[in-house]
């Protein structure tokens, strides 16, 4: 039972990562239509905006002492970062938590980024066949991912969540189990939680506002939508930017537990389409649920006694699974009929 | 009996019932037109028939064989032949292309690896896919991409692909919608010809009553998922029932 | 040009010239400084490749984004009959196209049930499940990251039975004590690139080609013509999966070498770009992509720093810097930025790829020089003269 539990809190933070980038990868599939192969590399960016802002607000002041040598009787130096001699306590303690501020940053950043792709790229393919549409942005992930090579090199950058968040939390005592028996990481507890929010907060936004109501309208029956007068091409540039933020601060908060290295948008880019396909193609709550859902599966598939019965389990799981489903329900798990066909 | 019998055929979508008990016998050799307004289940029935849609109850019996539950594929090869609103041909091909392939799934079935021999080599193939061409007018044009072609032309076209299988059946739904009246005149008097010369069944769904009245042996009339009427052309002309459902479906 | 003799002996004149221009590379390559043989062996292997792809993507429009798998497959088969069965490639290629058909058919089988980008997507799965499964728990077959080579303690059955089995230096693929590096291999790779050819362009003229060009265009009609569509392009996909298959064998008879990357995504992605560059549908459009890539890859990988100081050196010296540091980013290592921005630019600008390009500017150039009355005919004449 502690053991089941436990591999669904492993689940839950890897599924809150795809869970994300489904979702965003199905608002734009379903609204503009088109199929965001460089949507994972939104994802890398949002993650390396946090690297950045790290390095930004690390930067370093150098000093020399001359009161103190070292052995080699050169002055000492001292390296105190600009922010802490400016704030002082304040400046560590936004140092301590860089990577919860990076969100400030990223969403900005995610937002200009993701207009610049559609109004430079993706808004010239809304009405090319889907085959281009798939070449332009795997072409696109490709540059995207080889300037960040360059720029920050090819090996992963670890980064580290703040000091407080850095140990795990006993929550199996809470429900009634032994100490030590279900111990869980803060932080993988603090992005569950996030990314629940932003999932809750993105249905919201939809839910709840006429510009949602207008996308949910389009996602639906597009052409009728135009029909009606509204100029839904002028939204798909929003919705665009919206995607883009989802995925780029799914990236950000990801950086603590997975080490962001340049591939890191491909590879989850290909477990979100598979996420996408096994959701339904266009359902949002889909999206969600399956990428919960694979997540866990997957911790479930990382188990030493499941790899000892079927080894390599693991690895294959989430494609395992999409097969499976395809074949029995190909429309996905809540995917509608007509959308995607053909 | 007739070569293709509808028995007791009910279709709902959601809470919207398409077809309510639909019975329908259509006699070989003849033209049926089927008419009604918007919404009374025309282009159900139809689909229903090529197998795009599979009823809830009931049956179709094509020379006494069930069509319904077979793929589209399967029930061409049983020689029921489909021509659709929108002409649907091969745009990226040649007119003769585009005969060729019908003619080959008839001889070869629906599937055959013919991988080594070549198309233009095999003379009774393009000799066949050429004469049809010819009678539908369209020989000249046979190497020239069908993409390019005029609505009419297209239409011939997708008749030709028709014909070249020699179909029992052929369904045509609303084989002159959105063409110009020279078009329409043209396609009407292509139908006629291919009736006097080839005499295949024909269901033709359609609005226009000129198209109807030129071509059709016996219409049936629908309201509201259901045969209201069937008859000759002259009998329905006068049937205030026809005249009941159009107006008041109006109403409704 | 409409008679069937007349068609059929053009494709004859066009595989002559094929045939001619391939076997004569040797001379012709070297002022453009790609007449040495290990980047010939690479223009052919990834043209059979390419010509295998295009025969599902260029004519049924299926995009998959998995052919890797099957190039990986070829290469482990390969170097797995090299190690039992000993260093001939002969039965080395026919085990790998035999396996990789078979590996095409069950993915295949999966993947056809969807179209569009459903298919690409599921294929793509596969693919990454192969790589993945390479890595981890197929490494006693693949031996993981190091790579499967081939072992003078390998069993190597018909070599020790004809006296071959004891062999000092590098193990080499031969045939009867030729080996397979150098010219030799060259040619023997130019050898199944031209049957590969022949075969191509009899699918493109047969029924069969024609039914796979009827699925691109409009599956719908297709069926209502009583053809089932899936059996003719899961054939495709096996095919086109048995030529990735032997181009990924011919890799390892020339470098006896199988590693897990080749199974990438990214080389998957290569293939689509050579593809798409020359032409999908045109019959040595994707020859000709391939050999452009292949050849662009080793001409801006073999760049580096040096290289540019020397051709940018006219340049003032703070321009130069600036230059050097800006082109540096497109070559050595930034191959792949360029490989990027070369497959947006394609698809931008030319998704019809380099033949339709050439076609559009032959037209052009026709229209001007005065534009005869035959224009009507150019429509019928235009898409044979493409292939």
């Known amino acids: 039972m502690d053991a089941i539990l436990l591999q669904i809190l492993n689940g839950l933070d890897k599924g809150g990562a795809y869970a994300l980038i489904a979702l965003g990868l199905t608002l734009v599939f379903g609204t503009l239509g088109v199929v965001n192969f460089a949507h994972g590399a939104l994802f890398m960016l949002g993650a390396f905006c946090a690297v950045t802002v790290n390095?930004?607000?690390?930067?370093?002041?150098?000093?020399?002492?001359?009161?103190?040598?070292t052995p080699w009787g050169t002055p000492v130096e001292i390296r105190e970062p600009y922010i802490v001699s400016w704030l002082g306590d304040t400046g560590h303690l936004i140092l301590d938590y860089s990577v919860p501020v990076s969100i400030l940053a990223a969403i900005p950043i995610m937002i200009v980024i993701g207009f610049i792709m559609e109004r430079g790229l993706i808004q010239f393919f809304y009405k090319r066949p889907h085959a281009e549409q798939i070449l332009v942005t795997f072409g696109l992930a490709i540059v995207l991912q080889e300037i960040i090579k360059t720029w920050f090199g090819a090996n992963p950058l670890p980064q580290s969540p703040p000091t407080a968040l850095r140990s795990a939390a006993d929550i199996g005592v809470l429900v009634g189990f032994n100490p030590g028996e279900i111990v869980y990481p803060y932080w993988r507890l603090v992005y569950f939680v996030f990314s629940a929010l932003v999932i809750g907060g993105v249905?919201?936004?939809?839910?709840?506002?006429?510009?949602?109501?207008?996308?949910?309208?389009?996602?639906?029956?597009?052409?009728?939508?135009?029909?009606?007068?509204?100029?839904?091409?002028?939204?798909?540039?929003?919705?665009?930017?919206?995607?883009?933020?989802?995925?780029?601060?799914?990236?950000?908060?990801?950086?603590?537990?997975?080490?962001?290295?340049?591939?890191?948008?491909?590879?989850?880019?290909?477990?979100?389409?598979?996420?996408?396909?096994?959701?339904?193609?266009?359902?949002?709550?889909?999206?969600?649920?399956?990428?919960?859902?694979?997540?866990?599966?997957?911790?479930?598939?990382?188990?030493?006694?499941?790899?000892?019965?079927?080894?390599?389990?693991?690895?294959?799981?989430?494609?395992?699974?999409?097969?499976?489903?395809?074949?029995?329900?190909?429309?996905?798990?809540?995917?509608?009929?007509?959308?995607?066909?053909? | 009996?007739?070569?293709?019998?509808?028995?007791?055929?009910?279709?709902?979508f959601g809470g919207l019932k398409a077809l309510n008990n639909v019975n329908l016998d259509i006699t070989e050799g003849t033209v049926h037109a089927v008419?009604?307004?918007?919404?009374?289940?025309?282009?159900?029935?139809?689909?229903?028939?090529?197998?795009?849609?599979?009823?809830?109850?009931?049956?179709?019996?094509?020379?006494?064989?069930?069509?319904?539950?077979?793929?589209?594929?399967?029930?061409?090869?049983?020689?029921?032949?489909?021509?659709?609103?929108?002409?649907?041909?091969?745009?990226?091909?040649?007119?003769?292309?585009?005969?060729?392939?019908?003619?080959?799934?008839?001889?070869?079935?629906?599937?055959?690896?013919?991988?080594?021999?070549?198309?233009?080599?095999?003379?009774?193939?393009?000799?066949?896919?050429?004469?049809?061409?010819?009678?539908?007018?369209?020989?000249?044009?046979?190497?020239?991409?069908?993409?390019?072609?005029?609505?009419?032309d297209k239409r011939r076209l997708e008749l030709a692909m028709c014909l070249v299988q020699e179909p029992k059946l052929v369904l045509l739904d609303e084989p002159t919608a959105g063409m110009s009246r020279a078009d329409t005149n043209a396609t009407i008097d292509l139908l006629a010809r291919m009736q006097e010369e080839h005499g295949v069944t024909k269901i033709i769904i359609e609005h226009d009553m000129h198209v109807v009245f030129s071509l059709a042996d016996r219409v049936t009339v629908m309201a509201q998922g259901t045969p209201i009427v069937e008859g000759t052309p002259n009998e329905i002309k006068g049937d205030p029932r026809v005249q009941e459902a159009y107006l008041g479906g109006a109403h409704l | 040009m409409t008679t069937p003799l007349a068609t059929a002996r053009s494709d004859l004149i066009l595989f002559g010239a094929f045939t001619l221009a391939v076997l004569t590379m040797p001379i012709w390559l070297v002022p453009l400084g790609a007449g040495y043989p290990d980047l010939m062996q690479k223009f052919a292997i990834y043209g059979l490749f390419a010509i295998g792809f295009n025969i599902l993507f260029g004519l049924t429009g299926y995009l998959s984004f998995g052919h890797a798998a099957f190039l990986g497959v070829g290469s482990y088969t390969a170097v797995w009959s090299f190690k039992l069965l000993g260093m001939n490639p002969v039965p080395a290629l026919l085990l790998a196209i035999l396996l990789s058909g078979l590996f095409a058919w069950v993915i295949g089988f999966v993947s056809l049930r969807r179209t569009g980008i459903y298919f690409s997507i599921l294929t793509l799965a596969f693919a990454q499940m192969c790589y993945n499964l390479a890595y981890s728990v197929l490494t006693p077959i693949t031996n993981g990251e190091t790579g499967l080579r081939v072992l003078n303690s390998d069993p190597r059955a018909l070599d020790h039975l004809t006296g071959q089995g004891v062999v000092d230096g590098p193990l080499v693929s031969n045939i009867f004590g030729l080996e397979m590096n150098?010219?030799?291999?060259?040619?023997?790779?130019?050898?199944?690139?031209?049957?590969?050819?022949?075969?191509?362009?009899?699918?493109?003229?047969?029924?069969?080609?024609?039914?796979?060009?009827?699925?691109?265009?409009?599956?719908?009609?297709?069926?209502?013509?009583?053809?089932?569509?899936?059996?003719y392009a899961l054939t495709a996909f096996v095919i086109s999966g048995m030529y990735a298959g032997l181009a990924g064998a011919l890799l390892c008879v020339t470098d006896p070498l199988a590693g897990a990357e080749r199974m990438q995504w990214t080389a998957s992605g290569e293939v689509v770009l050579m593809t798409i560059l020359g032409g999908a549908g045109t019959l040595l459009g994707p020859v000709i992509g391939a050999g452009l890539i292949k050849y662009s890859e080793n001409i801006f990988s073999a760049f580096h720093e040096q290289t540019l100081h020397d051709i940018f050196g006219f340049l003032p010296d703070g321009?130069?810097?600036?230059?050097?540091?800006?082109?540096?980013?497109?070559?050595?290592?930034?191959?792949?930025?360029?490989?990027?921005?070369?497959?947006?630019?394609?698809?931008?600008?030319l998704p019809g790829g380099l033949t339709s390009g050439v076609r559009q500017l032959v037209q052009m150039a026709r229209r001007s020089s005065g534009g005869s009355g035959r224009s009507g005919g150019d429509a019928g004449t235009a898409p044979q003269a493409a292939e």
């Not at chain 1, 135009?226 to 883009?244: N, P, Q, S, Y």
């Not at chain 1, 006694?305 to 389990?313: C, F, Q, R, T, W």
């Not at chain 2, 009996?1 to 509808?6: F, R, S, T």
């Not at chain 3, 800006?326 to 360029?338: N, S």
């Open chain 2, 1 to 12: 009996m007739g070569i293709l019998q509808v028995q007791n055929v009910n279709k709902s």
């Open chain 1, 55 to 69: 390095q930004v607000i690390g930067l370093e002041q150098v000093t020399l002492d001359p009161n103190n040598l």
């Open chain 3, 182 to 231: 150098g010219l030799p291999g060259f040619y023997f790779c130019a050898v199944w690139l031209l049957i590969g050819m022949y075969v191509s362009i009899r699918i493109f003229r047969s029924p069969f080609g024609l039914m796979l060009r009827a699925i691109k265009t409009n599956q719908t009609r297709l069926n209502y013509t009583g053809i089932s569509t899936r059996p």
């Open chain 2, 35 to 152: 008419i009604g307004p918007n919404g009374a289940g025309k282009s159900t029935l139809l689909n229903v028939c090529v197998g795009r849609l599979v009823p809830d109850t009931g049956a179709v019996l094509f020379n006494g064989r069930p069509l319904t539950g077979r793929s589209p594929h399967e029930i061409n090869q049983m020689g029921v032949a489909r021509v659709f609103q929108t002409p649907e041909i091969f745009a990226d091909l040649s007119l003769l292309e585009n005969v060729v392939i019908p003619t080959l799934a008839v001889r070869d079935g629906s599937f055959t690896v013919n991988a080594w021999g070549r198309v233009d080599n095999q003379a009774e193939i393009r000799d066949r896919a050429e004469a049809i061409l010819e009678s539908v007018g369209l020989a000249e044009k046979r190497h020239h991409h069908s993409g390019n072609l005029s609505r009419g």
């Open chain 3, 319 to 349: 321009v130069e810097g600036v230059v050097v540091s800006v082109a540096g980013l497109f070559v050595g290592e930034g191959w792949h930025l360029t490989l990027g921005l070369l497959f947006m630019v394609i698809v931008i600008f």
């Open chain 1, 203 to 342: 249905f919201a936004f939809l839910q709840l506002t006429t510009f949602g109501m207008v996308v949910r309208a389009g996602m639906a029956d597009r052409e009728t939508v135009g029909l009606l007068g509204i100029d839904i091409e002028k939204r798909f540039t929003l919705v665009f930017g919206l995607a883009a933020v989802v995925a780029g601060l799914a990236g950000v908060m990801y950086t603590p537990i997975l080490p962001p290295d340049y591939h890191m948008g491909m590879d989850f880019l290909v477990l979100s389409f598979v996420v996408v396909v096994v959701g339904g193609m266009g359902s949002l709550p889909g999206a969600v649920a399956a990428g919960f859902l694979l997540g866990i599966l997957q911790s479930f598939a990382s188990m030493t006694e499941v790899k000892s019965i079927l080894p390599g389990i693991d690895q294959i799981i989430i494609y395992l699974v999409a097969v499976v489903i395809l074949l029995v329900r190909p429309r996905g798990l809540l995917g509608r009929k007509g959308v995607m066909e053909g």
